[in-house]
């Protein structure tokens, strides 16, 4: 089973964006796809949900939720599942300038929790200037963590830049997972991050991702099997590739409790 966790698609131009989409899910099972903040929550989920709904065998939506803006209550969350077919939430906190232990969203967590639907942080990666980049520090999930302990938490794009804060939260709750989307081009960064998830001991805690359209499946596969190449003639500590083999073989849908 291989599960890109993360990519997204351009909901209002679905032409060659989806073309594309389609083209890079053929590499792996199953892709998520997480909504984006580009307009009301339930119009980018209703699109998202006819979107991923054409190919219901290889695709799972993620509906964005704004906590600070939606209907938080599990009456209301329960529409997300059961009539809209997406299978978890995900919040920009950072974009948003919402604090991750807001009191109206922790109301969200405790609602996603008794619907069991997983909650993806995308609070990192290619942030504008207006983005809260306090609110993108991972160690402020650990009170949700500690909080929610049966809800499913996963940290987008290893939390860059706090890589550092990410390991430690993996190591620390069970509850918590992180989506190794990584820039194929820049390979320091790779090598550092795989390399210090390694050294934790929490190779098993982390989901493979491409972040496409930022990068395809086939590339991160590529980057990662290839992972040790990238040290060439240096002494620097290499991983075991079987290790690395299992992020991309690792049945996400299982571990965050998502069924079909």
Known sequence: ?????????????????????????????VCFVLAEPKGPSQ????????????HKEKMTGFALVEPLNDSIGVKKLSAIPEKL?????????SSSGVHPAHSRAMRFYES???????????????????????????????EVARTFSDLKIIIGNMGIPFVEQTLTLLAKHKNVYA????KVSNLWQVYNTVAGAYEQGVMDKLLFGSGFPASS????MET?????????????????????????????????????
């Not at 119009?43 to 054409?54: A, F």
């Not at 942080?121 to 993108?136: C, K, M, P, R």
Request: charged residues 25%; negative net charge.
């Open 1 to 29: 089973m291989i599960v890109d966790c993360h990519t997204h698609i351009d909901l209002d131009t679905q032409g060659v964006g989806a073309s594309e989409h389609l083209a890079s899910a053929e590499k792996v099972d």
């Open 43 to 54: 119009e980018i989920n209703e699109k998202l949900s006819e979107y991923v709904g054409k």
């Open 85 to 93: 077919g997406l299978k978890g939430t995900v919040v920009y906190c």
């Open 112 to 142: 996603a929790q008794e619907l069991g639907l997983p909650v993806f942080f995308h609070n990192n990666g290619e942030l504008d200037s207006d983005a809260v980049l306090d609110y993108a520090q991972p160690f402020l999930l650990d």
């Open 179 to 182: 989506d190794l989307t990584l």
């Open 217 to 220: 499946a086939g590339e991160c």
């Open 224 to 260: 990662l099997l290839g992972f040790n190449k990238l040290l060439g003639d240096t002494d620097l500590p290499t991983v075991p590739r079987g290790s690395i083999r299992n992020i991309i073989e690792r049945n996400t849908l299982e571990l965050l409790g998502i069924e079909g």
